[in-house]
């Protein structure tokens, strides 16, 4: 997909197809969103993350990066990191995370970068946005319009689910987009409330709140229905409001944060709530 271009027409012609594919891809994400489709939803998602950063859907998420392009490279790193079996989804948000002499040690060891490639690698993982796991605290809204904190299980008279979650800062404005022809992107995601179908309650490790493995495949969203969905710019704290209406069950709620421009920065946690008391 880095291919030169054989004319200067063609650069202008694969701008405007680029231009229409993103828009494209927008409106399925809308469409498949107000269809409740969750799994054509994510997956529309994902796919606009590859045609941002010019790369194939199973093409390693190192790829993305400076002087990591091969797929060799790309492997060799994520092993000795130990990695190599990390979903694809999650994989650079784990990278940002480790101690910088171990990273650097993968990258000058397995990946055979010199010094200063190395230290290009390290200087743009810095500016990647994001942090540990998503994190988020779940209130109620009383009948009476009063928020309260989730415990276990819904109140009496309560009549919607509130999500209040923070998205880190990103260090700088603009995204890394080195193959977005003619133009740059500013970071962005989406948050996506789904109600789920698993049965296998994850270990919990927050209130109201547990953690799973970040950002399973979209296969696993298959069965699932999508009540909502956010649109975020950058960082910052954020709320999502999930009504109560008849026959919809918020008792299992996946929070599901994904990039607007890159690979690997997914995130996902399970809210599980009791029935109502």
Known sequence: MGAPLPIADYGTDTKSVLDQALRVLNAM????????????????????????????????????????????????????????ATPAASLLREIVALPTSRLRSALTGAGRLGSAASDEVMALLRLIPCSGRLR?????????????????????????????????????RRAYTPRLTGRSKDWGWWLAAVQTTETTPPPSSERGVAAVPACCMVSSLRSDTLLAIKRLGGGGEHALVLERTPGLDLTRVRMVLVSDCMRGLDAELCITVGAAS
Do not use: K
């Open 29 to 84: 994400i809308d469409v498949a969103a107000d269809e409740g489709l969750a799994e054509a939803a994510v997956g529309a998602m994902r796919a606009l993350q590859c045609l941002v950063q010019a790369i194939m859907p199973d093409d390693h998420p190192l790829q993305q990066l400076p002087h990591l392009g091969s797929r060799a490279s790309a492997l060799a790193v994520a092993t000795a990191l130990g990695l190599d």
């Open 136 to 172: 988020c605290r779940t209130f109620v809204r009383l009948s009476g319009g009063e928020e309260v904190e989730l415990t276990s299980a819904f109140p009496t008279g309560a009549d919607a689910l509130v999500i209040r979650f923070s998205v880190p800062q990103p260090p700088q």
